[in-house]
C-alpha cells in the first residue's frame, strides 16, 4: 500500500511539472544567471550607510533596453514589462527581506528600444537591520517570460561604518543630498569622457589614498568640500583606463581592489585581436602590438598608447576619437557584411565609413548587366566622391580606383 501511495504521488508531481511547463509557469531555458561582478546589461551598485539619507542601504540597478523584449502599444509606443526582485536573506532573521520594482519601459523610438547605450534607472531605498545579508537580484522580463538573476553577493551592515567605495561624476557634486543621485552612483569608476570623483567615508584613514597597479603608482590627497562628512577625491586627471586597480588607504592596512569599467564599450573592441585587425586602416607597423607585449593587460596599455596621438583630449584616459572609430566599426561590421566577407568592417565600404563615417549622400544605381553601384558623397569641407561596384551579385561592394 505504502509503495502504491508514492506511485500515485510520484505521477501527480509528474503531471503538475508538465502541467507547469506547458502553461509557461516556469522553465530551465528561460532562467539565466549572469555574472555576479559585472554585466553591462543588468548591473547594480551599493551605497551603504549614506549619512545623507534616512536609509542604510541604497542600490540601484541599470537594465539596458536591448536586455528586454520590447512589444507594439497603441499610436507608436512600444513597451517593455518588467520586475525587478531585491532580496535580502540573513541567518539572525526568519523570512527574508524582499522587495520588488513592477516597471513598465516606454519608448516612442524603434532604434532605442535595440540600443546598447540606453539604460533604463531605478533603487531600492531600505531601511534594515545591521546584519550581514545575502543579496540576490532578478530581473523578470514579463513579456518573454524570462528571468535573470544575479548570483548571491554580500552586503554588510553589521556596523555603521561598513561602506564600499562610490563613484559619481564631479558635475553631481552639488546633488549629493538630493534624490536624484541614488540612481547615479557606482561602485566602479566608469571609463567615459565624463569626470568622475571617489566618494569615502570621513575618517583619518582616508586623509589620503593610493592608486596602482603594475603600470600606474598614484597618491592622491586632494579633497573637494561638500559640507557633507565625506571625503571626495579628483580622478580626472589619471591615466586610468580599463582594468583592476587597488585602493589602499594611506593610513591603515585596509587594501580594496576596484574596477575602472566601460559601460557602453563598443562590441568591436571586446576582442582584443579583432579590434588589432581594422588599425591598419590607420596605423603601421601593428605588428609591434603583439610582439613586445607578455599579457594581455600590456598589450591593453600598449593598444591604447598607439591611439594617444590621435587622443582629442590627451589629458584624459578616454579617448574621444577611439570611441568613435570602434562605434563605426560595430555599425560597418553588420551593415556592410556579404557572403564572402561577414565582417562588414573589413570590406572596402567598411573601411570608408571607419575613416570618413556617414556620408552625406548615397546614390544607388545599376549598371545594364544588374550589378548595383552606390556612390558616397562627402560635401562637408571635403568634397569626396566614392564608387563601390557589386562586381559578382553577392554584395561584395569594391571601391573603383
Not at 590607420?282 to 596599455?301: G, M, P
Request: glycine share 2%; charged share 30%.
Amino acid at each position: 500500500m505504502k509503495s502504491l501511495k508514492l506511485i500515485v504521488l510520484f505521477f501527480f508531481i509528474l503531471i503538475d511539472l508538465l502541467s507547469a511547463q506547458r502553461s509557461g509557469r516556469f522553465s530551465r531555458s528561460e532562467i539565466e544567471n549572469i555574472n555576479r561582478d559585472f554585466d553591462e546589461r543588468f548591473f547594480y551598485s551599493i551605497w551603504l550607510n549614506p549619512i545623507q539619507y534616512d536609509e542604510n542601504l541604497i542600490l540601484n540597478y541599470h537594465i539596458r533596453n536591448d536586455f528586454l523584449l520590447f512589444e507594439k502599444a497603441s499610436g507608436d509606443t512600444f513597451k517593455a514589462k518588467v520586475k525587478v526582485i531585491l532580496e535580502l536573506s540573513s541567518s539572525d532573521i526568519l523570512a527574508p527581506i524582499r522587495n520588488i520594482d513592477e516597471v513598465v519601459i516606454k519608448s516612442t523610438d524603434f532604434n532605442q528600444t535595440i540600443s546598447k547605450d540606453v539604460y533604463f534607472t531605478s533603487n531600492f531605498s531600505l531601511k534594515v537591520p545591521n546584519k550581514k545579508f545575502k543579496a540576490t537580484l532578478t530581473l523578470l522580463d514579463e513579456i518573454r517570460n524570462k528571468e535573470i538573476s544575479i548570483k548571491k553577493f554580500d552586503v554588510n551592515l553589521n556596523n555603521a561604518s561598513s561602506f564600499e567605495p562610490v563613484f559619481i561624476k564631479l558635475d553631481d557634486i552639488d546633488q549629493i543630498n538630493s534624490e536624484n543621485l541614488k540612481n547615479k552612483f557606482y561602485n566602479f569608476l566608469p571609463f567615459s569622457a565624463e569626470k568622475y570623483v571617489l566618494v569615502l567615508p570621513d575618517g583619518d584613514e582616508f586623509s589620503s589614498i593610493e592608486i596602482k597597479d603594475e603600470f600606474v603608482h598614484y597618491k592622491l590627497s586632494d579633497i573637494i568640500s561638500t559640507g557633507f562628512k565625506y571625503k571626495i577625491f579628483s580622478l580626472d586627471t589619471l591615466d586610468l583606463i580599463e582594468g583592476e586597480y587597488q585602493l589602499i588607504y594611506s593610513n591603515s592596512s585596509k587594501t580594496e581592489k576596484f574596477f575602472v569599467r566601460w559601460i557602453s564599450k563598443p562590441e568591436y573592441l571586446k576582442n582584443q585581436e579583432r579590434a588589432n585587425k581594422i588599425l591598419k586602416y590607420l596605423f603601421e607597423n601593428i605588428d609591434e602590438l603583439e610582439k613586445f607585449s607578455v599579457n594581455e593587460k600590456e598589450k591593453i596599455r600598449k593598444f591604447y598608447s598607439l591611439w594617444k596621438k590621435f587622443d582629442p583630449t590627451p589629458n584624459t584616459a578616454f579617448n574621444e576619437l577611439m570611441a568613435e572609430f570602434y562605434r563605426r566599426a560595430d555599425y560597418a561590421s553588420n551593415e556592410f557584411r556579404s557572403v564572402s566577407q561577414t565582417d562588414g568592417a573589413l570590406t572596402d565600404r567598411g573601411k570608408v565609413y571607419l575613416i570618413y563615417g556617414k556620408p552625406d549622400s548615397i546614390e544607388r544605381s545599376f549598371s545594364k548587366d544588374g550589378r548595383a553601384i552606390e556612390i558616397w558623397t562627402y560635401n562637408s569641407n571635403r568634397n569626396l566622391k566614392f564608387t563601390f561596384f557589386d562586381e559578382n551579385k553577392n554584395g561584395s561592394f569594391i571601391l573603383q580606383q
